[in-house]
């Protein structure tokens, strides 16, 4: 390879790689992971005469780069061997090479199958070398050595001479991301969006200058100071109108003569949050309170880019993209040359907020209908509401119910089931609260709150995390012999692993009237399972394990200690 071109691309690795380009950029979207190691399983079939004549294979498992040992249970006489016969990494089948002698049709040996090799070694000597895989792009501006610092810049240099290296390329300007973005977030998803550091006119302010809350849609301040805002004219943040053509306190649903733009799920209108736009028929989170009987317009708020809350007192960022903020002082001044009157001074930031959270995300699979994602439930006591904040990507409802590939609906009433359209919510009618999730796969910020305080509406804040639901979890074989605990790890339990709680998901199949596992609990109540027949299917034992996590989020003096199960595995059990 030139040797120009070699350290060229050293140095933009580097730039790429380094902590400062990290935290300026996101190239996680997209990624999969390409050392998938899940272990594959199998059971043996045995003949009449006590020869292991076939084995099935139960889960191919996944990464393997070489056909794993197979190791067959021995007997009172010769022990069989077989050969595992790999494609793309996966095992396919198992070729018998020795039938052996002694086995039992009735009780057929165990067969273990060895996991994917873990990749160690140096980086020049082993494939493969990396745990993820993501399509990215980037850009690059022209390439001048005139008028720029060397040093300022990343560089190729050609050490051709190496007492005299000789700059050759200097990368002055590059955009990198997924699949291209430029441009440097200045936040987080879930990240407290800050006030100003400044005043109005830029000079250094306390943190009280500017009202926590920025200003609300439609809010009007009758004493004034708009000259820093490039003609803005009041409301500073933008209010719509709609024409309502019926509506009544009885119903939560409501017609309009035409859905203008900005009237969408999470706008606010007659007083209650809109959760469902389809066609000229809105349905509200609450009933409105008047009767409308023909077209009368009615102002509405449009969904604010951020999240103020009233209950920890900040502003988060609970939007990915462009957001604009507009803030407000808390007293109105005469800082403004010549000025005679107080007014209240203002000030718009305009930033980006990256998709990507800086504290780890909370896992939650679909719980509803065909899906048997675990409820997340929260524990009663110190947390009375779960309060979850939506976006324009995860909006509270969806239009349409999702609709599994190959489901074919009853046409009894009595037995179809409603129509679920909400996305990921927090439920306490009947029982335990609970987090759901159903529709839709994304991220959303949700806040945990007690009590309430002295200031009317608002509770105690307590925390909050970042929660990111998928469709399914991504299933893991493992294989355990009989009268041994159902464990969330083959070999070797990873860290934590011994903390985790189990959730049966399915438990679909019994023989003979008898479960597959036994059932025990421990002194502190935790229940336990242990194989106790066999079973060649893992759909059949289904176990999610739980881990109990503390809020990511919050602003006490030490962590709330929350401790709500999130699930972590799920496992399917061949024994």
Request: glycine share 10%.
């Amino acid at each position: 390879m030139n040797s120009r071109f070699f350290a060229f691309c050293v140095t933009l690795g580097s730039l790429l790689l380094s902590p400062m380009a990290h935290a300026q950029y996101e190239i996680k979207s997209g990624a999969r992971n390409v050392l998938d190691s899940r272990r594959a399983g199998g059971f043996a079939t045995v003949s009449a005469g006590g020869a292991v004549t076939a084995i099935t294979v139960r889960g191919g498992g996944a990464g393997y780069a070489e056909a794993p040992v197979v190791t067959i249970g021995a007997s009172g006489g010769t022990t069989a061997t077989a050969t595992a016969v790999l494609t793309a990494g996966v095992v396919t089948s198992i070729t018998v090479n020795i039938g052996g002698s002694g086995y039992s049709a009735s009780a057929p040996p165990n067969v273990s199958i060895a996991g994917p090799a873990i990749p160690t070694g140096s980086s020049g000597a082993t494939t493969p070398q990396y745990a993820g895989l993501a399509a990215t792009s980037a850009s690059a501006g022209p390439i001048s050595l005139l008028g720029i610092n060397a040093g300022r810049y990343p560089s190729a240099t050609d050490k051709t001479i190496p007492a005299a290296p000789v700059v050759t390329a200097i990368l002055a300007r590059a955009s990198v991301g997924y699949s291209l973005a430029s441009g440097v977030p200045r936040y987080s998803f879930g990240d407290v969006i800050e006030r100003p550091l400044v005043n109005w006119s830029g000079a250094i302010a306390p943190g009280t200058y500017w009202r926590a809350e920025p200003v609300k849609p439609g809010e009007v301040f009758a004493n004034n100071y708009l000259g820093n805002l490039n003609g803005a004219t009041q409301p500073l943040v933008a209010t719509g109108s709609v024409n309502v053509t019926s509506c009544s306190p009885s119903s939560n649903v409501i017609t309009v003569a035409s859905v203008p733009s900005g009237l969408v799920s999470g706008a606010t209108l007659l007083g209650q949050r809109v959760d469902i736009v389809n066609g000229l028929t809105l349905t509200l989170r609450g009933k409105p309170n008047e009767t409308i009987s023909s077209a009368s317009a009615r102002d509405f708020s449009l969904p604010l880019p951020y999240y103020y809350s009233p209950h920890a007192g900040k502003v988060f960022a609970t939007q990915p993209g462009r957001v604009t903020v507009t803030w407000v002082s808390n007293l109105p001044d005469t800082s403004s040359s010549g000025e005679s009157t107080a007014t209240y001074k203002f000030k718009t930031e305009v930033f980006s907020v990256t998709s990507a959270p800086r504290v780890p995300q909370r896992p939650m699979y679909w719980t509803e209908k065909s899906f048997k994602g675990p409820l997340v439930e929260i524990p009663a006591g110190r947390i009375v509401v779960a309060n979850v904040v939506y976006n324009s990507f995860m909006p509270s409802h969806v239009t349409d119910e999702y609709v599994p590939v190959g489901y074919n609906p009853s046409n009894d009433p009595n037995t179809t089931q409603p129509d679920e359209r909400r996305t990921l919510w927090f439920d306490n009618t009947v029982g335990t609260g609970a987090l759901h999730a159903y529709n839709l796969q994304g991220s959303v910020f949700v806040e945990y709150l007690g009590v309430e305080t002295l200031d009317a509406g608002n509770r105690e804040f307590l925390g909050a995390d970042v929660v990111t639901t998928t469709r399914d979890a991504e299933p893991v074989n493992i294989e355990t012999a009989l009268g041994q605990q159902l464990q969330p790890w083959q070999d070797t339990p990873a860290v934590g692993d011994l903390d985790l709680t189990p959730s049966i998901s399915l438990n679909s199949a019994q023989t003979s009237g008898k479960p597959l596992y036994g059932t025990s609990a421990l002194a502190n109540g935790q229940l336990v399972y242990h194989a106790e027949r066999s079973n060649d299917n893992p759909d059949k034992i289904q176990i999610y394990w739980m881990e109990a996590k503390d809020s990511e989020i919050y602003f006490l003096s030490s962590a709330p200690n929350l401790s709500i199960q999130w699930p972590k595995y799920l496992c399917k059990y061949t024994q």
